[in-house]
Every structure is written in C-alpha cells, then in structure tokens.
C-alpha cells in the first residue's frame, strides 16, 4: 500500500465543512486581522518569537504516493505553505514539481499503462470535499469529480482503465461507489449505493469484482465482494463474530482475500480469508502487537508488512507462498508512512520519519538485499539534528492500575537540578496513536520554552490492542481524563519537573482532552490551549456532517438515546466550563469538516462571560488541522506567546 492511513475512511471518522464566519468579538475584546487571521485578546508577536518560531517551521518532509510505470516516483513535499505533488527521476534526484494549488495535495496514485499519468486527490482550504483529478507530469488537469461533493477511497484497475471511488454528499449519510474510465472522466457512473459509509479496497484482474469495506464503527467493519455485471454485492464471512479489518484486496486466482483483521484477536494481525467459506487462516502468528501496514508485489509471490511495536515501525519481508523469510532492510529507527512495491516487483518503497527526521523514501531490493537506497533527503531548516530531543518512552499507573504510555521529550542544555515547565500533549482520534515521528512541536517547545513535553496515549488509544482501544467508550469517556489526572500525580514525583507550571493542550478530540482535563484539574494547571475541539457532544453530533454520524455515534454514544444524553450533559465541557479558572487559547478553522466552528465560539463565549482570560485565534481558510505554513508559522507563534506568559515571560531562546 502507498499509504499506511486510507484517506477517505481516515476523515470519514472525523465532519463537513461548517459555513465560514466570522469571529465576533464583544465590545472591550482586542481584535485584529492577521491575512487570515482573526485573533481576539491575543497581544502582538515578539520579533524573538518570530524568529525562534522559523527555525523550526522551516523542516519538511517527503511523503511517498506511488510508483511511476518507469520505475521513478511522486511524493508530496513543501516548497512553499503547502504540500505539493512532486516527481524524483532517481535516487536523490531532483523533486520537480508538478501541481500548484494554493491548498495541498492530499494524495496521488498513479495510473498503470500510462507512464506519465495520475490521478490525484486535493480538496479547497481544508474543507474535504475531496475531488479527484486526472494529471500528468506536463499539462492541465482533469476532474473526474463533480465539485461540492466528496470523493476517496481511488481503486484502479492492473490496466488503468477502470477508476472506482466512493462518494458522498452534503446532508445525506448514504455512499454512492462510481466508476469511470480515467481516459473519459465523462464516462463515471454509479454502480452500487449504500445507505452508510464504504470504501472500495481492490478490483479483482478481470475486473468483473470489487472488494469493498462497510465502516460501522473505528471497532467494525465489514468486507462485502460486489459483481460489477449484476451490481450484486455478497458479505464475506457474514457469520464470523464482530471484527475490523483494514485493507482487502484479492489474491492470486480470486478466490480468497488478504487483509488485516483483528476477528478473534486482541491485536491486527495480516490473514488470507476464503471468499466462499469466509474461513480465515492467520498469516503473522504470534504477534504481539499491530500489523498497520502490508503491500504484495503484483506477482503475489513478495509480501512486506510493518509492525507497530510500542510505538516504533519494523518491516519484515517474506515469500507469500512458502513462508520463507527474505533478506530483512536495516533501516533508521522511526515510524512508518508508507510500504509499496515498485513495477519490477522487488523494489520496495518505505516511508519513514523518526524524533529527529522530518520525513524520506528509502527503496530496498527484496530480493539483492543489502543496504536500503535513499531516495529523497529533507531538510531541517536550521536545526541541528544532534541537539533535538529524542523522546524516552515511559509508562505510569492510572487511577485503576492500569499501564499508560507516554512519549516525554526533555529539553537539552538544562541545568542539574533545574526544575522543567510541563506541556501535556494529547492526541485526537480518539482512536488515534502518539508515535516519535517528526513533531516539530514538541522539540521547539522544548528548545524554545525549556519545558518537558509529555504526549500520553491514554486509555481508548489505538496500538495496544482491542481491549485498550475500547477502554474509553461512550459512558467510559471520562476515564481517559482520569488517566490525565494520574499522569499529573507522575509529574509531582519527577524531581525535575515543576509541578506548579503544568499546562494542558491538544487538537480536535485532544481538544475535547484539553477542556476536560482543564475542568477537572484546573486548580493543578496554569492554563490550557485547545484547538477545534468538541465543547458538547450532544451540539457536536447535531452538527457533525451526515455522511459521518453514524461512526462518530458508535464511538461516543448516541445523543438520541435518553441515558447517553444524560451522560453528555454530565460529562460536556460546555457543563462544566464554571471550574474552569485558569487561561485558555483557542483556535479554529473556519471550514473545519469535521470539528464545526460552533463548537470553538460557544466555549470562547462562556469563558469570557464567567471572567477567564481567553484567547481566541480564527482562521477563515482552514479546516481541521491546519494545512498552510502562513497559518502554522502564526498558530506557533500565539501559542509560544501564551505559554511564556504562564510559565512565567522566559525569552524565547
């Protein structure tokens, strides 16, 4: 697979974009513009903070989409404030750049036979609805796509000839797949409706089927097998207990699937199920931990997988058919984004970044072995490698005993006894995993305001297996809070750490973290700042989009149900913003999908109204997560702004 995270089914789980608006500030708030930016009761920006911020901001990566039919490759990188479609000829070739798009490219595959064409993936302004376009190396576009609705999921057949996508429109939770041939992009029609949310997965060689997958839930889904002639689709292994599986794709001969699949399993594992019978056989025994990405070379005989292990990423290469294990890559220890298989069918590309690498394509030769060949060098700006934070992977007990993890990163340089400020960092998802990737974040807030960082991956998780994942459901949610509460008690015990300059943070469901931890230890933090996070589950559902609902409902419970409500106007932060006391940053993306803008005002809003020192940061072009460096380079200099003023006005060093 190009890419470890399918796009369309990723951001099915998180909205539709809300109508942008304007902040409205109440008389005797500060408020000014920023291109973008509207930011109220935010003071001006230092030059020491400016500049400190561009040393950082200035990293990037490159991030692999596909194979060319020639042997070279398209990734993504930025050389300006977005990501965008590049071409590398060869080993660290040139990146030539292909798409210029004021909003980035979100992905790109390219199509078999045709040596210079692909088809890619880019939505306006973080808003999502995804469209899909036909392109070459020289030369305009093509949309595919009919603009205002949202598309994903792209199969293509062995001979380029067949694209098939899911759609979904505004307003309406159903999925439409559809079908075209790429050379004709007036030629798409539907070929199966489907009253939830689907993604097409594999087209079978004679491209009479399709596999595709029926999410339910983060914790479900289903592989159905759809006849393109009849448009008849058949559910696999329709009596086997509830599972998630992830990535089917047809193997030699169609008659059986490999996938991953948790079905029986406390943890992913890769497993070939019979299509007919829907008998599954288990093809990594003995895991312990995550199977989060395979790909097959396309002669079926070369099969690599990538295992989750606490955190960090480990390739294994064997022969599918006898089981034989092949010469193994040695490679840079860090995390995963991408596996794919070259047209020769043993070159493998392997997408990788690590705490102190933004981001590169290795290409190892499955077969020669040796030494993994990098393709693409990234650079740190003006960072040295050799003085970034490597995070120390630790564990502290919770509330009722159980095991958390957590990635710390401490700040270089400190002197013997010193006493470290404290940023807790939580993911978002829920269902989503810190791992020591690149996070630029967390390294200048450790470089910058000297503080350690913590980023835990509190119960409900992903990458610790079903039982820890499930941890946090609808009625169990504050749980995770509770897990923050422990870490707090860790921090008090930590001779190094100032127990008294704590501060809460997070984005999107870290968001929602950061405004409950703030409502249940407010008097144990000096402040807190959350980004688009949701403020009242029960507002959040209402407004969440429709194609993604459903999903959301079957994680946090359903606010139509009257004993789940109850819960919701227990447990909302918007209930509960009264034992709030400390200051608070928040910001918000105007065209966010998935998070809508109401959520951020209305917290904003009530804030202010009980006397808290709120600042509040809106950008008009951006959705839920914030995809422009002008954007980034603003947001990290606020937040350095109100994080030096609680930990007590240090220069930015």
């Known amino acids: 697979m190009s890419r470890l995270k399918p796009l369309f089914l990723a951001a099915t789980l998180l909205t539709a974009p809300a109508v942008a608006q304007q902040a409205t500030a109440p008389t005797g708030v500060a408020t000014r513009q920023v291109g973008s930016a509207t930011l109220q009761n935010v003071p001006e920006i230092p030059d020491d903070v400016r500049a400190a911020v561009q040393r950082f901001q200035n990293s990037r990566s490159a991030e692999f989409q596909d194979w060319l039919p020639d042997g070279s490759m398209l990734i993504t990188t930025r050389f300006g404030t977005t990501a965008q479609l590049h071409h590398v000829a060869a080993p660290a070739a040139t990146r030539r750049q292909l798409t210029y798009y004021a909003s980035p490219v979100a992905g790109a595959k390219a199509l078999p036979g ?36 949202r598309n994903g999921s792209l199969v293509l057949s062995k001979d380029g000839s067949l694209a098939v996508w899911a759609r979904a429109t505004k307003g309406a939770a159903g999925y439409t797949i559809l079908a075209a041939d790429p050379a004709r992009p007036g030629s798409r029609r539907p070929i199966y409706v489907a009253d939830g949310a689907v993604a097409p997965a594999d087209l079978s060689a004679d491209k009479a089927r399709l596999v595709f997958q029926r999410s339910i839930s983060n914790r479900e889904s289903q592989i159905f097998v759809l006849d393109l002639a009849s448009g008849k689709a058949t559910r696999v292994a329709s009596d086997a207990p509830t599972a998630r599986y992830e990535d089917p794709r047809f193997l030699t001969g169609g008659r059986s699937l490999i996938a991953i699949s948790d079905r029986d399993s406390d943890v992913r594992r890769l497993v070939e199920i019979d299509i007919a019978t829907g008998a599954e056989r288990v093809l990594t025994p003995g895991l312990e931990w995550d199977v989060e990405g395979y790909d ?18 480990r390739v294994v290469v064997q022969d599918r058919v006898t089981r034989r294990v092949l010469p193994q890559p040695t490679l840079p220890k860090g995390v995963l984004s991408a596996l794919k298989f070259g047209p020769d069918n043993h070159s493998l590309a392997i997408g990788l970044s690590s705490a102190t690498s ?27 490698p050799a003085k970034l934070a490597e995070p120390e992977l630790i ?7 159980l095991s958390v993890p957590a990635f710390v990163y401490r700040p270089t340089g400190v002197a013997a006894g010193a006493r470290t400020p404290v940023i807790i960092d939580i993911h978002g998802g829920p269902e989503a995993q810190t791992r020591p990737i690149w996070n630029y974040g967390a390294q200048y807030f450790a470089d910058v305001l000297g503080a350690t960082v913590i980023l835990p991956n509190v119960r409900g998780s992903d990458g610790y297996g079903k039982r820890y994942l499930n941890l946090d459901n609808a009625e169990k949610r504050e749980d ?75 994680e946090y419970g359903d606010e139509r149900d009257p004993e789940m409500a109850r819960v919701f106007a227990r447990i909302a932060p918007m209930a509960n913003l009264s034992k709030i006391s400390k200051p608070m940053l928040v910001m918000q993306g105007a065209t966010d999908p998935r998070v809508p803008q109401f959520e951020s005002d209305q917290v904003v ?38 994080l030096r003023k609680l930990f007590g006005d240090a220069p930015a060093r």
């Open 296 to 313: 097959l070379s396309d002669d079926g005989r070369i099969l690599a997988y990538s295992v989750n292990e606490d955190g960090f990423s």
């Open 480 to 554: 995770s809070v509770k897990d923050i509460g422990a870490l707090l008690d860790w921090v008090k015990a930590q001779p190094n750490l100032n127990a008294s300059k704590v501060a809460v943070y997070g984005q999107s469901y870290g968001g929602y973290m950061s405004l409950a931890v703030m409502t249940h230890y407010s008097d144990r933090l000096v402040g807190g700042v959350e980004r688009y996070g949701i403020s009242d589950f029960r507002t959040f559902l209402e407004r969440t989009e429709a194609y993604r609902r459903n999903n959301r409902r079957a």
């Open 395 to 401: 564990r502290f007990k919770s509330f009722d005993g």
């Open 605 to 642: 809003a009530k804030l202010r109204a009980q006397g808290v020192d709120t600042w509040y940061v809106l950008f008009s072009d951006e959705g839920h997560g914030f995809q422009k460096k002008d954007s980034n380079d603003l947001r990290r200099e606020v937040e350095t702004v109100f």
């Open 358 to 384: 933004a981001g590169d394509v290795w290409v190892y030769d499955t077969v020669a072995g040796g030494d993994p060949v990098r393709w693409t060098y990234s650079e740190l700006g003006d960072l040295d």
């Open 114 to 149: 045709a040596s210079n064409r692909f088809i890619l993936t880019r939505d306006t302004d973080g808003d999502e609805w995804f469209q899909l376009a036909v392109k070459g190396l020289t030369g305009p576009e093509a949309l595919l796509t009919e603009p205002g609705t």
